[in-house]
């Protein structure tokens, strides 16, 4: 007899964004000739930049050739991306992280749902709420809580509500946690968090010996130079922190599939016995284990994003999205709607103003505007009432998009 892993069956019914698609297409169905604007799950819209066709083609025309053909890579990554991003993205910066910390894979959701497996189930795990759904259900998946409760929670996980009224920082939990998911620039929120809040952060990690996951997938949207990119960037978090980065939203990678994770190799976490051990062997053994690695192709289009021509594409295309971003918060505060985000990330976090629930908000602009964003009560019971934009679109769909929420809203 074969059995299942029963934990799957604590989660509440399908995961987000398919919920979302089911309903989109039900409606779609029903008004097979509606035309309707998708602003709901964050996938990008623009091409991917000329420096990074360019390196792409040139990394499978060598693959077509006997003599520069390449079989397995290396499954940590190629040597010149891995030199290429702890040059542009950390030591330009003035941050000590060497190429040998730095993992490539093939998605930051892949690497925030995986890397629980180096951690043993007795950690406490925090996340914020609202949170990526990512880090709760592989959570759950894994066996690392309780059953889902009433109050919208798992059993076993700590919430860290983040709410208009903490300007979407969490404090510190007063229980006891081994673990915390912290994600800045905030996924769904929009927020972003200065150098005195992840300092916080830090030293209460190395004071607690507790180990930080940061999610910085959308760090090349900040705009004020005084917000940091990397967790790195403060004093001491090499010992506490694993960072996670994407070039999904960063280089129009959601369909070629490239990422990275930092594991610094001083990070230590311990045995049962007290004993300390580092990180970063574990996570090699896993990935040399589970995993064969990027494309050499894709992992030559990933460094051209490091090129001086890449980084005038890839900034172009950022600030047209950015632009995009301020299209919508200015539009829908004009409507009346309490608007945050949109400044440093490519988010906008809205709410009615009119205690109108979330998916009940979701419904009405599907099926009065049609026009297509996410529920925030789906990222956690603190994002009820809110709904997330993204603004990863097409510049007039935007423009469009708002003109149809004002004729139903005002």
Same mark, same amino acid.
């Given at each position: 007899?074969?059995?299942?892993n029963?934990?799957?069956?604590?989660?509440?019914?399908?995961? +987000?964004f398919?919920?979302?698609?089911?309903r989109?297409?039900e409606y779609?169905?029903n008004?097979?000739d509606?035309?309707?604007?998708?602003?709901?799950i964050?996938?990008v819209t623009?091409? +991917?930049?000329?420096?990074v &066709?360019?390196?792409f083609?040139?990394g499978?025309e060598?693959m077509?050739?006997?003599?520069t053909?390449?079989g397995y890579?290396?499954?940590q990554?190629?040597?010149?991306?891995?030199?290429?991003i702890a040059?542009h993205?950390y030591r330009s910066?003035?941050t000590?992280i060497?190429?040998?910390?730095i993992?490539i894979?093939?998605g930051?959701?892949?690497?925030?749902?995986n890397?629980?497996e180096?951690?043993?189930?007795?950690n406490?795990?925090?996340v914020?709420?609202?949170v990526y759904?990512v880090?709760?259900d592989?959570?759950v998946?894994?066996g690392?809580t309780g059953?889902?409760?009433?109050?919208g929670?798992f059993?076993?996980?700590v919430y860290m509500p983040?709410?208009?009224e903490?300007n979407?920082?969490?404090?510190i939990?007063e229980?006891?946690?081994?673990?915390v998911f +912290?994600c800045y620039?905030?996924n769904?929120?929009?927020?972003?968090?200065?150098?005195?809040?992840l300092?916080?952060?830090v030293?209460?990690?190395?004071?607690n010996k507790?180990?930080i996951?940061?999610?910085s997938?959308y760090?090349a949207y900040i705009?004020?130079?005084?917000i940091?990119?990397s967790i790195?960037?403060?004093e001491?978090?090499?010992?506490v922190?694993?960072?996670?980065?994407s070039?999904?939203k960063?280089?129009?990678?959601?369909g070629?599939?490239?990422?990275?994770?930092?594991i610094p190799?001083?990070?230590?976490?311990f045995t049962?016995a007290g004993?300390p051990k580092?990180?970063?062997?574990?996570?090699l053994?896993r990935?040399?284990t589970k995993?064969?690695? &990027?494309?050499y192709p894709v992992?030559?289009a990933?460094?051209?994003?490091?090129s001086?021509?890449?980084?005038?594409?890839v900034r172009e295309?950022i600030?047209y999205y950015?632009e995009?971003?301020?299209?919508l918060?200015e539009?829908?505060?004009?409507?009346g709607?309490?608007?945050?985000g949109g400044?440093?990330?490519?988010y906008?976090?809205?709410n009615?103003?009119?205690?109108i629930?979330?998916w009940? +908000?979701f419904?009405?602009?599907?099926h009065?505007?049609?026009?297509?964003c996410t529920?925030?009560?789906g990222?956690?019971?603190s994002?009820e009432?809110y709904?997330?934009?993204?603004?990863?679109?097409?510049?007039?769909? &935007?423009?469009?998009?708002?003109e149809?929420?004002?004729?139903?809203y005002l």
């Amino acid at each position: 007899m074969a059995f299942i892993n029963e934990n799957y069956l604590k989660l509440r019914g399908s995961y +987000l964004f398919p919920e979302i698609s089911r309903r989109v297409r039900e409606y779609q169905k029903n008004h097979p000739d509606a035309e309707i604007i998708r602003m709901g799950i964050g996938d990008v819209t623009q091409p +991917l930049s000329p420096a990074v &066709v360019k390196a792409f083609r040139e990394g499978v025309e060598e693959m077509s050739r006997a003599e520069t053909f390449r079989g397995y890579g290396p499954e940590q990554g190629y040597e010149f991306l891995r030199e290429a991003i702890a040059e542009h993205d950390y030591r330009s910066r003035g941050t000590d992280i060497n190429a040998g910390e730095i993992f490539i894979s093939d998605g930051a959701k892949c690497d925030t749902g995986n890397i629980l497996e180096i951690f043993g189930h007795n950690n406490v795990i925090a996340v914020q709420d609202p949170v990526y759904p990512v880090y709760v259900d592989s959570s759950v998946m894994g066996g690392r809580t309780g059953e889902y409760l009433d109050n919208g929670y798992f059993g076993g996980l700590v919430y860290m509500p983040c709410t208009a009224e903490n300007n979407f920082i969490p404090e510190i939990p007063e229980r006891k946690i081994d673990i915390v998911f +912290l994600c800045y620039p905030n996924n769904p929120t929009g927020a972003s968090a200065g150098r005195r809040e992840l300092k916080k952060w830090v030293d209460f990690a190395r004071n607690n010996k507790v180990i930080i996951l940061f999610d910085s997938a959308y760090e090349a949207y900040i705009t004020d130079p005084e917000i940091p990119h990397s967790i790195y960037e403060i004093e001491g978090a090499r010992e506490v922190a694993i960072e996670f980065r994407s070039f999904s939203k960063t280089a129009g990678f959601t369909g070629t599939r490239c990422a990275y994770t930092v594991i610094p190799e001083n990070l230590t976490a311990f045995t049962a016995a007290g004993e300390p051990k580092p990180l970063h062997p574990l996570w090699l053994r896993r990935q040399t284990t589970k995993f064969n690695g &990027v494309s050499y192709p894709v992992q030559k289009a990933a460094a051209a994003i490091y090129s001086p021509e890449g980084k005038i594409q890839v900034r172009e295309t950022i600030n047209y999205y950015m632009e995009n971003a301020r299209v919508l918060r200015e539009g829908l505060g004009r409507m009346g709607f309490r608007v945050y985000g949109g400044i440093n990330a490519p988010y906008v976090w809205v709410n009615s103003g009119k205690g109108i629930g979330s998916w009940e +908000l979701f419904d009405k602009l599907l099926h009065e505007a049609r026009v297509v964003c996410t529920p925030g009560s789906g990222f956690g019971p603190s994002g009820e009432g809110y709904i997330r934009f993204s603004a990863f679109a097409q510049r007039e769909n &935007v423009i469009r998009a708002l003109e149809r929420i004002s004729s139903i809203y005002l």
